[in-house]
């Protein structure tokens, strides 16, 4: 919901056509972001800091922390999910 259904983009930013792939281009700070939720850089930027556009900063700390909500491995399937259909890296990457 957040992302929108397809990851467009709505109140979270857009993770398709290579958005999520420019923010984190590194697998693991891609995981580490889901399990820890965007509050701990609230008012700060994030993500790679050679990004395309510019970082991204947190505004509200909204994206909630999934770390204690989904297994390890439902974190590492959504991260794929996020970055293989939506961002549309290359599977295996």
């Not at 995981?31 to 700060?44: L, M, Q, R």
């Not at 439902?74 to 999910?81: G, S």
């Given at each position: 919901g957040c992302h929108a259904a397809n990851g467009g983009g709505g109140t979270g930013p857009q993770l398709t056509d290579g958005e999520v792939i420019k923010t984190f281009p590194n697998r693991e700070d891609h995981?580490?972001?889901?399990?820890?939720?965007?509050?701990?850089?609230?008012?700060?930027p994030y993500g790679?800091?050679?990004?395309?556009?510019?970082?991204?900063?947190?505004?509200?700390?909204?994206?909630?922390?999934?770390?204690?909500k989904l297994t390890a491995?439902?974190?590492?399937?959504?991260?794929?999910?996020?970055?293989?259909v939506l961002g549309g890296a290359a599977a295996g990457e």
């Open positions: 995981i580490a972001w889901v399990e820890s939720g965007s509050a701990p850089f609230t008012g700060k790679a800091a050679d990004r395309e556009g510019g970082q991204r900063v947190a505004e509200t700390g909204g994206m909630p922390a999934f770390s204690g491995e439902e974190i590492d399937m959504v991260v794929t999910y996020e970055r293989e």
